[in-house]
C-alpha cells in the first residue's frame, strides 16, 4: 500500500529564503506526483504535476523535483514571500497495485513566510 | 473564471438530519471526485465518477452516497450526519481517471450539532 510522508509538518523561515519542502513515497512505481498549495479554509490549488518519466518541472519561483528510485520529491520555493504562506501537500498517482487508479496525499507541511 | 465550484461554502447540518453538498464544473472533465479532509490531514478519497460509472472507495462508510445526473454536477449526500463526519469536504476533476491533473474546488466546510 502507497504511503506518502511530508517532514516537516511545519517550517517556518524569514521572507527572502529559499526552502525545500520534502514529500517521500513507499511504492516507487508512481504513475505521477502533484504538488498542491492549500490556504487556511481553502480547497488545494495545482502547482506543479511531474510525470514518472521526468525528472522536474518548474513554473516561476517554484522547481518540483522527482527521483523514483529512492521515493521521493522535493518543492523548491526561491526567494520566499509572505504570499507564500500556506500548507503544501503533494500527492502520488499509482496506476498499479492496491492503490492503483487513485491518488495518496501526504498531510502536509505548513509553510509560514514572515516578513 | 471558477472552473469547479462547490456549494455551500460553509453548512451546518444537526445530527443525523441528512445534507447534500453540490460541485459542478465548467471544464467538461470526464472524472469527478469527492474527498473527506480532516483539520491537519490528508485529503481521503471518498469515491468518484469517470462518466457514469461510480466507483466507491472500500472503506468508504454506507451513510455518504453521491449522484452524478450529468457531465457538470456531482452531489454527494450524507444519510444520517455523525460528529465525526464533520470536515471539509472537497469535490475535484480530472480529464480522464489514468493520472491526469487533479482540479479542486474551494471546498464545503461541513459543521454537525
Known amino acids: 500500500k502507497q504511503e506518502v510522508t511530508q517532514i516537516p509538518a511545519a517550517l517556518s523561515v524569514p521572507e527572502g529564503e529559499n526552502l525545500v519542502l520534502n514529500c517521500s513515497f513507499t511504492?516507487?512505481?508512481?504513475?505521477?506526483l502533484q504538488w498542491f498549495r492549500q490556504d487556511p479554509g481553502k480547497g488545494l490549488t495545482s502547482l506543479l504535476l511531474?510525470?514518472?518519466?521526468?525528472r522536474e518541472q518548474t513554473s516561476g519561483r517554484l522547481n518540483a523535483s522527482l527521483d523514483k528510485s529512492s521515493g521521493r520529491s522535493t518543492l523548491y520555493i526561491a526567494a520566499s514571500q509572505p504570499g507564500d504562506s500556506a500548507t503544501y501537500l503533494c500527492?502520488?498517482?499509482?496506476?498499479?497495485?492496491?492503490?492503483?487508479?487513485?491518488?495518496?496525499f501526504g498531510d502536509g507541511t505548513t509553510l509560514t513566510v514572515k516578513p | 473564471d471558477a472552473m469547479v465550484i462547490q456549494n455551500p461554502r460553509y453548512q451546518v447540518t444537526q445530527f443525523g438530519k441528512p445534507v447534500t453538498l453540490s460541485c459542478s464544473q465548467t471544464?467538461?472533465?470526464?472524472?469527478m471526485y469527492w474527498y473527506q479532509q480532516k483539520s491537519s490531514q490528508a485529503p481521503k478519497l471518498l469515491f468518484h465518477y469517470y462518466d457514469k460509472d461510480f466507483n466507491n472507495e472500500a472503506d468508504t462508510p454506507d451513510n455518504f452516497q453521491s449522484r452524478r445526473p450529468n457531465t457538470s454536477f456531482c452531489f454527494l449526500d450524507i444519510r444520517s450526519p455523525g460528529l465525526g463526519d464533520a470536515a471539509m469536504y472537497l469535490c475535484?476533476?480530472?480529464?480522464?481517471?489514468?493520472?491526469?491533473?487533479?482540479?479542486f474546488g474551494p471546498g464545503t466546510r461541513l459543521t454537525v450539532t
Open positions: 475535484a476533476t480530472s480529464r480522464d481517471p489514468k493520472g491526469d491533473e487533479q482540479y
Open positions: 511531474i510525470q514518472s518519466s521526468q
Open positions: 500527492a502520488a498517482y499509482d496506476r498499479r497495485g492496491t492503490n492503483a487508479g487513485k491518488s495518496t
Open positions: 511504492d516507487s512505481a508512481i504513475y505521477n
Open positions: 471544464l467538461n472533465h470526464n472524472v
